[in-house]
């Protein structure tokens, strides 16, 4: 079981301080649904150039858009991506894959739609984007904390990520382990830089498994 205390081990604060964060702000995190794909479309070219301009020209982000960065409708139909709402309005989205795609759009080359082991295979975090002016505000790690429920109560024991230049730090800060660098390429001779990263959740699953095993131990003593 994914326990606050397995979330406090994999280096995230307990999602209860997240729920009042939300309260706090009238935020809604939610599944996202079909008819939230206009909406996604927007928010996610509102971020791309709000918040990755830092590290990538507009010539760049441009033709990043709509491939790299963009809906990936699998993961809504598998009911894996979150976003948050507030008043209405998407301000932010991210979410986490069964199936081998690390990264892109529905419209990206190299997609590969065949479903992981999570004996054997990394779980994917995926397509985190937030609003320009709802930044550093929990935002990012409410989803982040949401999707690594997910993920260990599918029985994965390991994540995998394409982490953009602006998102390794984020992502650092919550224990996942930078990696191999690679330009995914582009349309008129660009290329986009990314960083893999990685997380391994197979120490919280056995500390879980061992808090279990004693509580066991302690409700047949108790029994006796």
């Keep these: 079981m994914f326990s606050l205390g397995s979330s406090i081990a994999l280096g995230f604060l307990p999602l209860l301080e997240y729920i009042s964060i939300l309260l706090k702000e009238n935020w809604k995190l939610r ?9 996604l479309e927007k928010l996610i070219s509102l971020s791309v150039h709000g918040l990755q301009a830092s590290h990538y020209s507009v010539a760049q982000m441009d033709a990043a858009l709509g491939s790299v960065f963009g809906v990936d409708r699998q993961l809504i139909r598998d009911r894996t991506y979150f976003i948050v ?3 209405g309005e998407l301000i932010g989205c991210g979410g986490w894959s069964k199936r081998k795609t690390l990264f892109g759009s529905d419209h990206h080359t190299t997609r590969d ?5 999570p004996m054997t295979d990394a779980a994917r975090v995926r397509a985190f984007f937030v609003h320009p002016d709802h930044a550093r505000r929990g935002i990012g790690r409410a989803i982040l904390e949401a999707c690594e429920k997910a993920i260990y109560d599918a029985g994965f024991t390991a994540i995998e990520l394409a982490a953009t230049l602006p998102g390794v730090l984020f992502y650092a800060a919550f224990g996942y382990v930078p990696g191999e660098e690679s330009d995914v390429p582009l349309a008129n001779g660009l290329s986009l830089q990314i960083v893999r ?4 959740l197979s120490k919280c699953r056995e500390e879980d498994r061992r808090a279990n095993s004693k509580a066991a131990v302690r409700a047949r003593s108790r029994r006796k």
């Design 85 to 87: 709402e507030l008043d």
């Design 197 to 200: 990263m990685t997380k391994d």
């Design 113 to 117: 739609d065949t479903e992981l082991d």
């Design 31 to 39: 599944l996202a649904r079909e008819n939230d794909i206009p909406g």
